[in-house]
């Protein structure tokens, strides 16, 4: 029976690789052993630990500038840097935190960036995408409502779904529709006229009412616009362009009126009316538990799941303000996430979804050890790389993180009832396969750097991963045991043996090796390693997560 009792033993190897594969996108063999001495409530003590990042904002390619001027970094000037090199810094910058962390928080920017969809592809705006992650990372911690308003108030999204074009003289309603619709409760079916289950087209019309006045900065007055507690810029508000009359909402939120403001002081007051009316309904608690239940476990959520896990998880967010810390944790050091609370086959959690492209390329990084060119030393080499090659290489396998094509953001997070499935199809398998094992084994020019190369051979001697390389089937089970959610057993035992073997023998393997470490010369162990190493990244159960 599915509940989300408390698992207290040692997580053990398994275990913590299962956790940090769907926790971080740094699953290595050394975070992994550390984890593996740690009980869940431990391991997200641990996980939910400040980040301690050597780099807190993006960088300029000139070194003797700043990226952008923040709360920390006020009196800085402008960067002379290209408009779209800045524009691609910022994404360079999270990829590099994304890959180098060891916390949960960047899984749940991602997250969150899944909920609160936006793409701004405006390169003179990316002062605001900035914000945006930043706001993402604030409250990656905190509280989902909390959040809902920010982003509300926030500049990027009042480019991207046009509220600052929103004014009691013309009121535009796509913000408006979207936090309804997308954001929060959700749309659920028609059920009438301008009626679905959560809410209704009056309803719609109301909210763009509330959230009339609210609009953009320029970026030249990104400091005027701290937000008391992020200290990231908000919009302003025009109280001139505010519909000041009552809003009065539909039946689906129990017709409430919420009084229109008097003075731009109290926009707030109402925007805070408005983000607790919603919040208030069971629905909307009910759609971020689902959501956060197929992000970090599984696709299938069945009425015993519902019942079980969902409702209980709903309960959990109603009562403690939305608060995603708690939630999360709640549900990761569960039985159930760890596939104990039931002895079914077919079930299983472990191994359930499959990785997406940002999943596949960070995590393989961080399993094979490659790192980019120093941040701080090199950053054209950095922008080159954590950009136009992994962002890049991502976007081309079907994941063009921070740029989705539409607000409904990534079909394979929102589309059901296949979810996850969708990260492969015809014409991105391709590009899973091959672009960044092949890459990285040939390897990768960027400017001003050493080429970026996967020595498989130096890898599997000195990576302190494999403790008999000399011996085939140990060192077979040990990259089955860090790279895939099984090992492998019958026929695909032997597919991948004969990957690394070809027609030698095990004995054949370990008198090469041997040779390799007596004569330095490791012509024939890395023809073998490549080809090994190529075959299990390609391999279906590589996509595992």
């Not at 980040?51 to 960067?79: H, M």
């Not at 405006?122 to 308003?149: C, P, V």
């Not at 009691?168 to 979207?178: D, K, S, V």
């Not at 941040?375 to 921070?402: D, E, K, M, P, V």
Request: proline letters at 5%; one cysteine or more.
């Amino acid at each position: 029976m599915a509940s989300l009792t408390e698992k207290n033993s040692l997580l053990g190897f398994d275990n913590a690789l299962h956790l940090l594969r769907r926790a971080t996108y740094a699953p290595n063999k050394t975070n992994v052993s550390q984890f593996s001495n740690y009980t869940p409530t431990q391991a997200l003590d641990a996980l939910f630990s400040t980040p301690n990042y050597a780099v807190p904002e993006p960088l300029a390619t000139d070194t003797s500038q700043k990226y952008i001027p923040t709360f920390l970094s006020p009196s800085v000037a402008p960067t002379s840097m290209d408009d779209y090199d800045r524009y691609y810094m910022v994404y360079a910058w999270w990829f590099h935190r994304a890959q180098n962390s060891n916390t949960i928080h960047s899984k749940i920017i991602e997250f969150l960036h899944t909920i609160f969809v936006t793409n701004n592809q405006n390169e003179r705006y990316q002062d605001f995408t900035f914000d945006y992650m930043s706001l993402l990372e604030f409250y990656a911690s905190g509280s989902i409502k909390t959040l809902a308003k920010k982003m509300s108030r926030l500049n990027v999204m009042h480019f991207y779904l046009d509220n600052r074009l929103n004014t009691a003289g013309a009121p535009n309603e796509n913000y408006a529709r979207e936090f309804l619709e997308l954001f929060t409760i959700l749309k659920g079916p028609q059920d009438g006229p301008g009626s679905y289950t959560n809410y209704t087209e009056q309803d719609v019309q109301q909210a763009a009412r509330v959230l009339t006045g609210f609009t953009n900065i320029l970026e030249s007055e990104r400091l005027s616009y701290l937000d008391s507690e992020s200290k990231i810029p908000l919009g302003k508000k025009v109280f001139a362009n505010h519909d000041t009359g009552n809003k009065t909402f539909s039946a689906k939120f129990n017709n409430q009126t919420i009084n229109g403001a008097t003075s731009a002081a109290s926009m707030d007051t109402e925007l805070d009316a408005f983000i607790n009316m919603v919040f208030n309904q069971p629905a909307t608690a009910k759609s971020y538990a689902r959501r956060i239940y197929r992000y970090f476990v599984s696709r299938n959520i069945t009425s015993e799941i519902e019942n079980d896990i969902i409702t209980p998880l709903a309960d959990h967010l109603y009562t403690n303000d939305y608060n995603i810390q708690s939630t999360i944790k709640l549900l990761l050091k569960s039985r159930h996430f760890y596939d104990e609370d039931d002895s079914l086959v077919g079930d299983e959690i472990i191994g359930a979804k499959i990785k997406s492209p940002l999943e596949l390329v960070l995590t393989l990084y961080s399993q094979f050890n490659i790192t980019g060119p120093n941040q701080q030393t090199n950053t054209l080499g950095f922008l080159q790389f954590y950009f136009y090659f992994l962002w890049y290489r991502a976007s081309l396998a079907g994941q063009n993180i921070f740029q989705p094509t539409n607000v409904a953001g990534y079909p394979p997070i929102t589309e059901s009832p296949n979810y996850d499935k969708l990260w492969i199809n015809s014409s991105n398998l391709r590009y899973r396969y091959s672009l960044f094992i092949d890459d990285l084994i040939k390897g990768i020019s960027i400017p001003n750097t050493p080429i970026i190369v996967f020595d498989t051979v130096h890898y599997v001697r000195n990576s302190g991963n494999f403790s008999s390389p000399a011996n085939a089937n140990v060192l077979l089970n040990e990259f089955f045991e860090l790279c895939l959610v099984e090992i492998p057993t019958g026929v695909r035992y032997i597919y991948f043996s004969q990957a690394l073997l070809g027609n030698l023998s095990a004995i054949n393997w370990q008198n090469e090796w041997n040779n390799y470490l007596a004569t330095n010369d490791s012509t024939s162990v890395r023809i073998a390693l490549d080809r090994f190493i190529r075959t299990l990244v390609k391999s279906p159960e590589y996509q595992l997560l």
